[in-house]
Nanobody
Framework: QVQLVESGGRLVQAGGSLRLSCAAS????????MAWFRQAPGKEREFVAT????????DYTDSVKGRFTISRDNFKHTVYLQMNSLKPEDTAVYYC???????????????????WGQGTQVTVSS
């Protein structure tokens, strides 16, 4: 069984920084892409950032461009999300996702990913 475990979420003041980690463990698997999504109470889960595993190419949703950075460690099979200049609207449960199949559609789509973590809470106070 493959497990994704997120860590690093906490309460932080607006304007502060936070670094989230997502470590994969268990049965080895081929990775095509990994991503971060987030979900606030009463809202749909939304795309935040993705990284293609082989090339390192990244993409972000417009609301976090210039503030968040996604990166990976191939040896540790771990993905990170560096979050700077945090705003109250960034408050959400953040989920890590991994895609093990080549996907012909947009990697913004949840359908590109077949493994998900349990989530880590990020709360940004005013």
């Amino acid at each position: 069984q493959v497990q994704l475990v997120e860590s690093g979420g906490r309460l932080v003041q607006a304007g502060g920084s936070l670094r989230l980690s997502c470590a994969a463990s268990g049965r080895p698997f081929s990775t095509y892409a990994m991503a971060w999504f987030r979900q606030a109470p009463g809202k749909e889960r939304e795309f935040v950032a993705t990284i293609l595993w082989s090339s390192g190419s990244t993409d972000y949703t417009d609301s976090v461009k210039g503030r968040f950075t996604i990166s990976r460690d191939n040896f540790k099979h771990t993905v990170y999300l560096q979050m700077n200049s945090l705003k109250p609207e960034d408050t959400a449960v953040y989920y890590c996702a991994a895609g093990t199949y080549r996907y012909t559609g947009s990697y913004y789509n949840t359908a590109a990913y077949d493994y998900w973590g349990q989530g880590t809470q990020v709360t940004v106070s005013s």
